[in-house]
């Protein structure tokens, strides 16, 4: 195995040491596995993204977002990591359409009524030729 710079084997034996410490400090069933509520502070600036996403504020949206921004597009396979590759989505999002947000988990993007530890939205725009 080349690109790591390690046998197979150690990669494997690697592979099996992480998931035995990672099974030591979570709950046996992925179901049970839950993030930490999120803070009022991490609240309040998903709110806030999300109001200025909607009423189309991409400078507004980009000065709330974390640097380590990520945008994704399931099932596409775009992906968009950071500030200066998000900027020019939501410079061009008023040619898209009428946009809504939710906060969601980061897995599975199951609707919860406040964000997750990660905060996270789905979206979804209605487009103006409609």
């Known amino acids: ?13 690697a592979l099996q040491r992480a998931r035995a410490t990672m099974q030591s400090h979570l709950p046996s069933r992925r179901a049970d596995w839950s993030a930490r509520e ?37 099932p596409l396979p775009y992906r968009f990591d950071g500030a200066e590759a998000i900027r020019p989505l939501m410079a061009d999002a008023l040619a898209m359409g009428e946009w809504r947000l939710i906060p969601v988990e980061p897995t599975g993007c199951r ?7 990660v905060p996270a939205t789905a979206c979804s725009a209605r487009s103006s030729s409609t």
């Open 38 to 74: 999120p803070t009022a502070e991490e609240r309040e600036l998903t709110e806030q993204f999300i109001a200025a996403h909607e009423r189309l504020d991409a400078e507004a949206a980009m000065a709330i977002a974390a640097r380590d921004l990520r945008v994704t597009m399931p």
């Open 111 to 117: 609707p919860r009524p406040a964000t997750s530890a």
């Open 1 to 13: 195995m080349t690109a790591l710079g390690t046998s197979v084997a150690a990669a494997n034996s």
